[in-house]
């Protein structure tokens, strides 16, 4: 009986995180706001859809909720400063008709703040 309460607890467990696992999609006005997770729980990537492509502002994350990206989409189309994080290095790529316009690298990347 032990044994099976056990089971049924971790059965429950893995239920409840296989479900939170699952993306988020919110109204916010005429824009959608998605949430998307890694495995483990942590958020991979937030922004926003119009229309059903991608719109505005995304931020992506690795499994340890670090950032790693964040950009501007417009319509579906990459826009603007794009931000990428590698370790120490941080590479802006410029995107102008959804196509890289420019790559500028800087190593030991201190965190940014983008409005």
Not at 35 to 50: C, K, M, P, V
Not at 93 to 108: G, H, L
């Amino acid at each position: 009986m032990k044994l099976f309460t056990i089971l049924l607890a971790l059965t429950f467990t893995l239920g409840m995180n296989a479900q939170e696992n699952k993306p988020t999609f919110e109204k916010e006005g005429d824009l959608t706001k998605a949430t998307y997770f890694h495995d483990n729980g942590e958020i991979a990537q937030t922004g926003y859809f119009l229309e059903g492509k991608l719109h505005g502002q995304w931020t992506m994350f690795d499994e340890a909720g670090k950032k790693i990206a964040k950009g501007k989409y417009e319509m579906g189309k990459r826009s603007g400063k794009w931000l990428f994080w590698e370790g120490e290095l941080l590479k802006e790529v410029d995107f102008a008709d959804n196509r890289i316009a420019s790559v500028v690298e800087s190593k030991n990347a201190k965190p940014v703040v983008i409005n």
